[in-house]
Every structure is written in C-alpha cells, then in structure tokens.
C-alpha cells in the first residue's frame, strides 16, 4: 500500500473512532435526560437543549451507519416504563414526530411528501399540486393511548418507548373530559384514541397556589404537573389535579372511519372526544406557515401552553403510500416555536437600584437566543432567590422567556459547575450613590404585637440623593398611568438628573425654554411641545396625583380607593394607620406604610412645593358617604388591637361602655371589669394592661378626634349613602375590545362602583371577554363565572346608565 492511501486510511479510522467516542457520549447523555424526563419528571435541561443533542446525534448516525445500534435514542421514542405500573404493548406503535424549526424546513417536508406521492411539483408557471394538511397546536403535555371496546373505556395507557406504555387506566379514568363510555352508536368496535393529557394555564396556577398552601412544592411549568400527576400510584391524587385531554389520532382500530385525517377528528368529536378548537385544514406549504404564524401571535392568550403546531397530510391514503421511517412518520411533522427555554453561560450577577431604593440582583449572561431575541440580561428577582436557586457565578443555567415577560433564571445544572465558580454577594454600599445598604426588615402586626424579621429585599438608604432612585422616581411621576406627561421619556429624565437640572419631581414645572432646548435631541418645536405637556399636567384627579408619588404598596388601585373614600390630599396626609385599615383591601402593613410617607419630612417638602408650583388637583371634596358610614364604636374597639380582643369581645365591651372614655374608666375598674361576661380573664387583663399606658390612651384618643374630624365617628350625621349598582362586585377585564379601550372599560365600572381585578377568583362577578381571552376566559369557564362579550357588556353598561 502506498503512503497516501495508508494516510486516508488512518485518517478515516481516526474519524470513526472519534464518531463512534462521540456518539456514545451523546446516547448516554440522551439516555439520562429521557430517564429524568418521563421516568423521574425531573427534566434537566429544556426542550432546546434536547434538540441539538438528539439532532447532532442523528447527524453523525447518518454520515456512520455502521455504527447505528438499535438501542439509540434515535431508534426508539421515550423511555422506560415505571416498574410500580403493570405494562401495555401498543400494537401500532405510538410513533414520535420529525421537527421543523425554521420555515425552509417545513417547505422541504412539503416538497418531500409531494416527491413520495409522485406529484407534480412547483416551476415558474404555477405552484404545482397542493396538499391538504390538518394544522393544530402542539399541545405540551402527556401522549397517552385510550382503548374503546364496544364504546366503553377499558384501558388507558402512556406512550413509554412507544412500543411498551405504562398501564394507568385507573388515572385516566379520573381526567374529567375522558368519557367512559361513547356517545353515539356508529363507533368502531374496538377504537383506540391517542392524544395528549395536559393542565391549563388556570388549572395550573391554582395547582401551585394549593401546592405552596399545603407547604408542598411548586410544579415548575404545565408540562411537568401534567405528567407527574397523572403517573400517580393512587388515583384519587390524579383526580384532585386540573387534568384536561385532547385527542389528536387514533391508533387500532377494528369498524369504518373518515377517510381523512381531519373527517377522523370530527368523527371523535361526536362520539364526546375532545379535540383542539383550533384545527383547521391547509392547501399547501404557504396556507401552512400562514396558520403557524397566526398561532404564533396568539400563542400567549390560549389557555394552554403549546410548543408549535403540528402539521399531518389529511387523505389518509397519500398517509398509507408515505409510510414511516424508523421513529416517525413520513406524512406529519412538528413545526416548533423558538425555544423559549435555553441554557447558557451566567457571566455575572449585578446589582439595579429602584425607585424604593431596592438592590435587585441581574443576571448578566453569555448572549443565547431565546423565542426570537437575543438575551444577555434576566432577573433574579431577589437574594432569596438567588439562595432558592442556588445559583453561582460561572454556573450554566436555564433561561426562560415569554412573551413579553422580562428573561428570568429558571435554574442552575449543577452538574456542569465549574471549579472556580463563585458566590452572588450583595454589596455593602450602593453600586450608585456609594450610600449604606441595608435588608428590610418585616414588621408583622397583629393584636397587641409586633414581630420583626428580615425581608428578602436589600435596600440603599441614600433616598433621592442617590441619582438611580431619583430617576426612577420621577420616570414613574411622568409616566402615563400618573401624571402623564408626554414626551419625558426616561433618556430625558436621565439627562435632566445628570444635568443637575430635576433633582425632585417638583423642579419639572421650574424648567424654562433654555434649559429643555440645551438638552440632547431638542430644537425649538420640541422644547415648546415638552413645556406644553409639563403645564398641562398640573390638573390631575387626586387618584392620579397620589399614585405618581410612588409611596411603598399603593398601586393605582389604592390611590383611587384613597382618592375615593378620603376625597382630599389633606385627609389622606393626615389619616392614621388605624383610620386607613377601615378602607377595603389595605391592612395594617399598607397603611403604615401610607402613614410613614406622608410624616417624612422630606416628602412633605416635596408636596408642598408641587402644589406652590402649580398643581391643582382635581375631584377632591369630602369623605365618601359609604366609607363615612363604616365606623362603628365596636369595630373601633376592634381597630385599637388590644391583645385578646377580637370582633366579639369588642362588641361586648362596646355594648357594655358606649363610648371611648367610659371604655377608658371600666377598664380602670377591674370590679366592674370582673364581672363583666362575654370576655375572659387574659382579655380583662390584657384591657387593663392597655388603658394603663398614657401612649394608649392619648392614641385612642387621637384616633377618635380623626374619625370626628372626618365626619366618620358613629355619632357623626350620616349622608344618605346613593348606592351604585356594582357595588361589591367584582369585574376582570380580558382580550381586546374593539369599541373602547380596555382603561375606558375599567373607569366605566368603577364609576359604576365595581372593582377591576386582573384576576379570576371564585369571588369574580363576571369576566368580559374580548376577542383574543385566554386563560382568564378559561378560568372563568372552569369556576362557573358568568362571561359577557363586548356587545352584551355594551348593553349592560346602557342599562345600568338608564
């Protein structure tokens, strides 16, 4: 042999041997995540990751067929069936789907099915022959098998490798829209039924929700609670979880069907099968990535989670001459989303500073792309977190992004942790004013006591002096749902703080035309127009103006409550704590918070100086009759937290005293106070302990004064209270409405006397949903809430204005 064959040679050898090393760490690798996925359901990296391994393994499989075993991932679908399960052999195997991940994918798919069929393909005078294609969402959850034998449910099954599942029929039979028996009679004899097991959205948050409730732990997506819970030993554990099934197929079958894919469907519809409302037929490849595009923008508002859409030829003749290749069919193929689940590299942890002043930890990553977009940045939310992840510098972690949620950490593979990896510190000063920082503490008040923790969240004491927290202050001061000043977007504010031109949201309405026209960006019609939008913001409502404020827990639904209820900055300034807890949804830790941003002498400046400046608030005037008439001496009594004394003693000692001072001096007269029924010896004594402190007694007495002051004391002269309609009511607003904005539709129900609530909850009224409602509309659904459409709610509105 001459020299240079002998060298090919080796070199081809050394080639093998390194494909054939390779292949093996690809298989094992693969073998552990199919182990963890479906034996533990303990998944270690997301669906990308899976991907790239599966598909390089594929590769190098098909450039070296001698080595292809048929033990390889690539031969088979899943894995093995749990040993505590009796196990089902599929007789027609439950077959796995080829993938597309980019649009030239799934125009080869096409072009592939029309070449198997021998048909004509496109040139420059047409398109040549069209398929029709079933298109429907790939729903994420459980593939299982239902077995039907003279219309009744005999066996349920998971797809395992898919050719031997794991027997659970005693759980399927539990998932609620499963029928047991068919409806109809023109069934099959024997029919076997395959889809997907899955939880919606709804479902799954209220799951977690009981979960954390019970002190048990959290399912970390759909996908995962879908799986655990319907390979439950002990069924009643299966039918306490929201588990919902959609078939997408059949498998045996012995009696007459459809001759299509779609017309099979539709059949499995009437006999009580549910299959995806989203189905739709396709006439070729461009009707095809037309439908993918269109789900692809709803994606977010269904009320399930999908990781693509699934594309199968629909005349199941052309499906018979495609056949199969080894793991998949030849007729059918998963067109996936970008992933929204990557891994990547965490580079650093840096620390951002809120308007509150809060240190919030960002993860600074290795840029991957996640759903379409290039991340280098996700939250880590807090050090809690960061301890809950167990999350260190260097370490590979798992990113995830929806919609349009900000990119978030999901969790860390330790077993990729390099050896010099390092620990996320919270800095002792803050990274931009240099002021100390410190961990908040948590003060829990109940009757009588206060207990002191730490809380999770890291602050910077520097307030407005540090430049990060007076941006952020006054980029929420301007922002559209507060003061709504247009055309101050956040690069201007951060030129006006560092040009030392703002340094409180008062100083907006001192800047002159030289000031703004001096700024990057501005000439003289855009200085005029930005002084324009600064002065005609000096008339907000009240509501407005206290949400702008920024003060700690009072989100636009409380500033309107306060707004409300108070009818005045100066009520609201002055309230106390005890005062404030009267209106509805604000406790204790709220209305301290209140209290103590309005005493902070600074903030008091700040005010003062806003209303010197110019601003007039609108729709003030005097308390609300409704929050007026709510005062009572009982709950009076209630609202001093007297250790011992809840609603009940309260009322007994309101009925027995009736006022304030006679209180005081009974509680002095332990005699009297002996005698007393309908209170126990701790709470006498606890009474006692009370009123013998002057501090007490002076606060009692201040909070008595207030509730006279503002026409709220139980002998104050009550308006008539004009009832509105919705009062009470609960209202959530979902999809998109056409005739009016989703904020019009929100202030017409709260003129009405309803609250707006972002959420669905048994206490939910009703739900008006618009086109494009997800899970709201499911949850509503699902808890028996009453649902209007923009028309009906249209009508209401007109009565209830009538």
Same mark, same amino acid.
Do not use: C
């Given at each position: 042999m001459t020299e240079a064959p002998q060298r090919d040679a080796a070199q081809r050898s050394a080639a093998q041997t390194e494909a054939a090393q390779r292949i093996l760490q690809l298989r094992g690798e693969l073998d552990e995540h199919n182990y963890r996925y479906y034996v533990l359901d303990e998944p270690s990296v997301p669906d990308?990751?899976?991907?790239?391994?599966?598909?390089?393994?594929?590769?190098?499989?098909?450039?070296?067929?001698?080595?292809?075993?048929?033990d390889s991932p690539t031969q088979r679908v899943g894995g093995e069936a749990l040993a505590a399960f009796g196990q089902v052999r599929h007789e027609v195997p439950m077959l796995s789907l080829g993938n597309a991940f980019e649009e030239q994918d799934l125009l080869d798919f096409d072009r592939r099915v029309r070449e198997g069929l021998d048909l004509p393909g496109g040139d420059l005078f047409g398109d040549g022959a069209l398929i029709d294609y079933s298109c429907e969402p790939k729903l994420?959850?459980?593939?299982?098998?239902?077995?039907?034998?003279?219309?009744?449910?005999?066996r349920g099954a998971t797809r395992g490798d898919g050719s031997t599942g794991e027997d659970i029929s005693s759980n399927v039979r539990t998932v609620r829209n499963i029928p047991l028996k068919l409806h109809g009679e023109d069934w099959p004899g024997v029919l076997e039924v395959r889809g997907e097991v899955f939880m919606s959205k709804a479902g799954f948050e209220a799951l977690n929700a009981r979960q954390l409730e019970s002190g048990g732990k959290p399912f970390a997506n759909p996908r995962n609670a879908a799986a655990g819970s319907l390979r439950q030993l002990d069924p009643k554990v299966t039918a306490s979880r929201p588990l919902e099934f959609c078939c997408y197929g059949i498998g045996r079958v012995e009696g007459e069907l459809p001759d299509s894919h779609i017309g099979i469907l539709q059949a499995l519809k009437r006999w009580g099968l549910p299959i995806s409302p989203e189905l739709k037929l396709a006439k070729g490849a461009e009707a095809c990535l037309a439908y993918y595009r269109a789900i692809g923008e709803k994606r977010d508002a269904l009320p399930y989670e999908i990781d693509g859409v699934v594309f199968k030829v629909d005349n199941l003749a052309f499906q018979r001459e495609?056949?199969?290749?080894?793991?998949?069919?030849?007729?059918?193929?998963?067109?996936?989303?970008?992933?929204?689940?990557?891994?990547?590299?965490?580079?650093?942890?840096?620390?951002?500073?809120?308007?509150?002043?809060?240190?919030?930890? /960002? $993860? &600074? *990553?290795?840029?991957?792309?996640?759903?379409? %977009?290039? !991340?280098?940045? =996700?939250?880590?939310?807090?050090?809690?977190? /960061? $301890? &809950? *992840?167990?999350?260190?510098?260097?370490?590979? %972690?798992? !990113?995830?992004? =929806?919609?349009?949620?900000?990119?978030?950490?999901?969790?860390?593979?330790?077993?990729?942790?390099?050896a010099d990896a390092r620990a996320v510190q919270v800095p002792s000063q803050c990274p931009v004013c240099g002021s100390a920082v410190e961990r908040t503490q948590l003060i829990k008040r109940s009757k009588g006591k206060e207990s002191v923790s730490e809380g999770s969240i890291y602050r910077c004491v520097g307030r407005l002096a540090c430049q990060a927290q007076l941006k952020q202050a006054i980029i929420h001061f301007?922002?559209?749902?507060?003061?709504?000043?247009?055309?101050?977007?956040?690069?201007?504010?951060?030129?006006?703080?560092?040009?030392?031109?703002?340094s409180s949201p008062a100083d907006l309405y001192t800047l002159g035309f030289?000031?703004?026209?001096?700024?990057?960006?501005?000439?003289?019609?855009?200085?005029?127009?930005?002084?324009?939008?600064?002065?005609?913001?000096?008339?907000?409502?009240?509501?407005?103006?206290i949400y702008a404020l920024g003060i700690p827990d009072v989100g636009e639904e409380t500033a309107k409550l306060l707004a409300r209820a108070l009818g005045s900055l100066q009520r609201i300034e002055q309230a106390l704590p005890e005062v404030l807890t009267y209106l509805p949804d604000v406790g204790q830790e709220v209305a301290h918070e209140i209290h103590s941003f309005f005493q902070d002498g600074h903030n008091h400046e700040v005010i003062a100086q806003l209303l010197e400046r110019g601003i007039d608030l609108q729709e003030e005037g005097g308390p609300h009759a409704e929050f007026a008439a709510c005062a009572s001496f009982a709950g009076f009594v209630d609202k001093l937290n007297i250790s011992g004394i809840a609603a009940t003693g309260a009322k007994n000692l309101a009925d027995k005293a009736g006022s304030l001072e006679a209180l005081i001096a009974?509680?002095?007269?332990?005699?009297?106070?002996?005698?007393?029924?309908?209170?126990?010896?701790?709470?006498?004594?606890?009474?006692?302990?009370?009123?013998?402190?002057?501090?007490?007694?002076?606060?009692?007495?201040?909070?008595?004064?207030?509730?006279?002051?503002?026409?709220?004391?139980?002998?104050?002269?009550k308006k008539i209270v004009e009832g509105l309609p919705l009062a009470g009511q609960t209202w959530v607003l979902t999809g998109s409405l056409?005739?009016?904005?989703?904020?019009?539709?929100?202030?017409?129900?709260?003129?009405?006397?309803?609250?707006?609530?972002?959420?669905?909850?048994?206490?939910?009224?009703c739900v008006v949903a618009g086109p494009g409602a997800g899970s709201k509309l499911a949850k509503a659904s699902e808890l028996g809430v009453k649902v209007l459409d923009e028309e009906a709610f249209l009508a209401e509105l007109e009565r209830l204005a009538g």
């Open positions: 990308a990751e899976y991907d790239r391994l599966f598909n390089e393994l594929k590769a190098l499989e098909a450039e070296h067929p001698e080595l292809v075993s048929r994420d959850g459980l593939a299982v098998s239902l077995l039907y034998q003279d219309g009744r449910l005999v495609l056949g199969f290749r080894a793991r998949e069919p030849r007729w059918a193929i998963a067109h996936k989303f970008p992933a929204r689940e990557e891994v990547t590299e965490l580079l650093d942890v840096e620390f951002q500073v809120g308007r509150t002043g809060a240190i919030t930890p /960002v $993860a &600074r *990553l290795k840029p991957v792309q996640v759903a379409g %977009v290039t !991340v280098s940045n =996700a939250t880590l939310h807090n050090m809690d977190e /960061v $301890a &809950r *992840l167990g999350v260190m510098i260097g370490d590979s %972690v798992i !990113v995830r992004r =929806a919609g349009d949620v900000i990119p978030q950490v999901l969790g860390v593979i330790a077993e990729r942790r390099p301007v922002s559209r749902r507060a003061m709504d000043i247009d055309g101050l977007g956040d690069k201007i504010v951060e030129q006006l703080v560092d040009e030392g031109l703002v030289d000031q703004v026209v001096a700024l990057d960006g501005f000439a003289e019609v855009s200085s005029n127009n930005l002084l324009a939008a600064i002065e005609a913001s000096k008339r907000p409502t009240l509501a407005r103006f009974l509680s002095q007269d332990w005699l009297e106070l002996s005698v007393m029924k309908g209170l126990n010896g701790r709470a006498k004594q606890a009474l006692r302990e009370f009123f013998a402190k002057p501090q007490n007694v002076e606060r009692a007495r201040a909070i008595e004064a207030q509730l006279r002051e503002f026409g709220m004391h139980w002998h104050s002269e056409e005739v009016m904005s989703r904020d019009e539709a929100k202030v017409k129900l709260e003129n009405l006397g309803a609250k707006v609530a972002g959420s669905v909850s048994a206490k939910t009224t």
